[in-house]
């Protein structure tokens, strides 16, 4: 079975065709591609789906269990759960998806449980320079090296917007297994690399899986029969 899954985000779309053995292709554009079936998640506007395509929304059948307000749940965090929770060989998992916001969500017991929501790393940057006088606009593809401690303005803003957002990552992943067993941790989104890239888990081992969201749709797909 050919599985279409599309990801329509705030800033940009992205998609990718299944085979039946679960090999992912990612796609550039779904025009003239075969498929046997279409799933779609969408946080941002929906355009035109191929026919047939299925919307995952608050009624729809999960390989994992939901304990949260589904009516509220954003369709992106739901798949990133499903998908983790699948590559996580069913253990317990925290899904870290660095996009516009930056989400930090519990997967445990094959239960979804919630999680934290940020503001993502260009938000803060945006929101540091227009709700000031004086401070530069920064872009997450040109932050500084901020080093121990920030030595101009740059560089302060790199190490509280850069290194605050992996604090808060750290400070709830551990919050979480404060509470439960050590977990797998996934890493996914616009921005994963950045934070990677920052030091994320004080050297603990994660897993960057930058189509967490596809991949869980291929998952809910496949395994549930509506």
Same mark, same amino acid.
């Given at each position: 079975?050919? =599985?279409?899954? +599309?990801?329509?985000?705030?800033?940009?779309?992205?998609?990718?065709?299944?085979?039946?053995?679960?090999?992912?292709?990612?796609?550039?554009?779904?025009?003239?591609?075969?498929?046997?079936?279409?799933? &779609?998640?969408?946080?941002?506007?929906?355009?035109?789906?191929?026919?047939?395509?299925?919307?995952?929304?608050?009624?729809?059948?999960?390989?994992? &269990?939901?304990?949260?307000?589904?009516?509220?749940?954003?369709?992106?965090?739901?798949?990133?759960?499903?998908?983790?929770?699948?590559?996580?060989?069913?253990?317990?998992?925290?899904?870290?998806?660095?996009?516009?916001?930056?989400?930090?969500?519990? =997967?445990?017991?094959?239960?979804?449980?919630?999680?934290?929501?940020?503001?993502? +790393?260009?938000?803060?940057?945006?929101?540091?320079?227009?709700?000031?006088?004086?401070?530069?606009?920064?872009?997450?593809?040109?932050?500084?090296?901020?080093?121990?401690?920030?030595?101009?303005?740059?560089?302060?803003?790199?190490?509280?917007?850069?290194?605050?957002?992996?604090?808060? !990552? $750290?400070?709830?992943?551990?919050?979480?297994?404060?509470?439960?067993?050590?977990?797998?941790?996934?890493?996914?989104?616009?921005?994963?690399?950045?934070? &990677?890239?920052?030091?994320?888990?004080?050297?603990?081992?994660? &897993?960057?899986?930058?189509?967490? !969201?596809?991949?869980?749709?291929? $998952? +809910? $797909?496949?395994?549930? $029969?509506?």
């Amino acid at each position: 079975m050919r =599985v279409l899954t +599309i990801d329509i985000g705030n800033t940009r779309t992205k998609a990718a065709l299944f085979d039946g053995r679960g090999v992912m292709t990612p796609l550039d554009t779904w025009q003239g591609v075969a498929f046997d079936r279409a799933v &779609a998640c969408a946080s941002g506007r929906v355009g035109k789906l191929p026919e047939g395509t299925r919307l995952l929304g608050p009624d729809t059948r999960l390989p994992i &269990a939901v304990d949260y307000d589904r009516a509220a749940l954003g369709p992106d965090r739901l798949a990133a759960a499903c998908g983790a929770w699948a590559l996580a060989g069913d253990e317990d998992c925290v899904v870290v998806d660095a996009g516009t916001c930056v989400t930090v969500d519990l =997967v445990r017991g094959g239960t979804y449980l919630g999680g934290a929501i940020l503001p993502g +790393i260009s938000m803060k940057l945006q929101a540091l320079h227009t709700k000031t006088a004086k401070l530069p606009l920064l872009y997450t593809d040109r932050l500084p090296d901020c080093g121990l401690c920030g030595k101009d303005t740059a560089g302060s803003i790199a190490l509280g917007v850069g290194h605050g957002t992996v604090g808060a !990552v $750290e400070s709830l992943t551990a919050r979480y297994e404060a509470h439960g067993a050590p977990c797998r941790l996934l890493l996914t989104g616009g921005d994963a690399r950045l934070l &990677a890239s920052l030091g994320l888990w004080n050297g603990r081992p994660f &897993a960057l899986e930058p189509d967490l !969201v596809l991949r869980g749709l291929y $998952e +809910i $797909e496949r395994r549930i $029969e509506n």
